[in-house]
């Protein structure tokens, strides 16, 4: 058995330890010590990370009561070594994880739900509920939340015997209760757990819900906490701040001042696309072939050719064949027709001019590889005759 430093000093970011064993697996090494602070992956939350003397713990896993460590290289069996913690990273998930009680345990006794699934990873954590929270339970709590956190109450931990676990209340996964060891937040919450905590709330600083989704009938929190939370607010500080740069509106309009130029921008999209339509019909030069009509542009959408189809048969052309050039020198076409089956005209000119594309009797677009104008009109006048 490892002596789990973690357990009885969460703060302890340094040690020194004696390497018991050093195997070698795939290339890695797994190295087990007399004693270790690296909490282990379990209950949710990924293995401490930091330094054995020299060498990057890459893992931290429990084996049969035995904490062993990953490591790039390989260290003596009998050595005495120096470990590092990487203290912020454990740190801010000890404020993560000590929120996650809080919230828990307020979501429980405002609303009787458990917490069904916990999940840490960087920079936020997940927590599943059994029942939904609409947005006003979200902010309640999230506001309740804070306020314990502020009050700077002693989160304890205790390890009570079988019988006097039965006299406790607490929340728990677990149903073994061998070796229990319980958190509790003073007034606050009780609850079964192996990780470390702060010592007090006011070390958590800030606990902010970003996200609820749907969860199997409940509901599962996206949630940040103290220094997370911090690097949030810095992050979408800096971009709002661009934000008010790029609109040039003070700080709380930036989202109303986004709304009206997305609405402005689709107004003016729509303008320039009518305006388009109007230009390429202006341009349009049809060839008159029969009662139908053959046209060649350039850079056209189908959108616009689809105009110009459509304001040539409203002039009486009974079919439209209209082409124009693409961005890669191809043309893409348009074929429409009120009262003629353009399908097998689009058949015959996929097949000459290696196309594709299609649609309804009545219209059909479609692309052919570039070829010369000549032999589209003779293809025309041929199909058209
Ligand atoms: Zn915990």
Known sequence: ??????????????????????????????????????????????????????????????????????????????????????????????????????????????????????????????????????????????????LTVWKNLAITISYPSDDEAKEIEYRSKLDNIENLRLVTIEGTDCCACCAPHVLRTGEIGLVKIIDATPNKGGTRLTVLAGYEALNDYSALNRANKHMMKILSVPRNDVSVAAERQTELISSLRYENQELLKRVAWSELSPIRINNCAVAFSEKLSYEELRHCANMLSAE???????????????????????????????????ENFGGKGGGKPNYAQGKIVSDSKEKIIAFAEETLK
């Open 1 to 146: 058995m490892t002596e789990r430093l973690y357990e009885k000093d969460a703060y302890c970011r340094e040690f020194d330890a004696v390497v018991i064993s050093c195997e070698e697996k795939n290339g890695a090494f797994w190295v087990a010590l007399d004693r270790t602070a690296f909490f282990p992956e379990g209950g949710g939350q990924y293995a401490d990370c930091g330094k054995i003397d020299e060498t990057d713990v890459l893992d931290v896993q429990i084996c049969d009561g035995v904490i062993v460590h990953k490591v790039a290289g390989e260290i003596q069996r009998g050595a005495t070594v120096k470990c590092t913690l990487d203290w912020e990273l454990r740190f801010s998930r000890m404020q993560r994880h000590s929120g996650e009680h809080i919230l828990s345990g307020l979501v429980h006794s405002l609303f009787g739900y458990n917490n069904v699934g916990f999940h840490m990873s960087e920079p936020e954590m997940t927590v599943a509920f059994d029942g939904v929270l609409s947005q006003a339970d979200i902010e309640k709590v999230e506001k309740l939340v804070n």
């Open 316 to 350: 009486g052309a009974e079919l439209c064949m209209l082409f124009s050039t693409d961005d890669n020198e191809n043309y893409i076409y348009v074929i429409s027709s009120a009262e003629r089956d353009t399908k097998p005209i689009v058949k015959a000119l996929n």
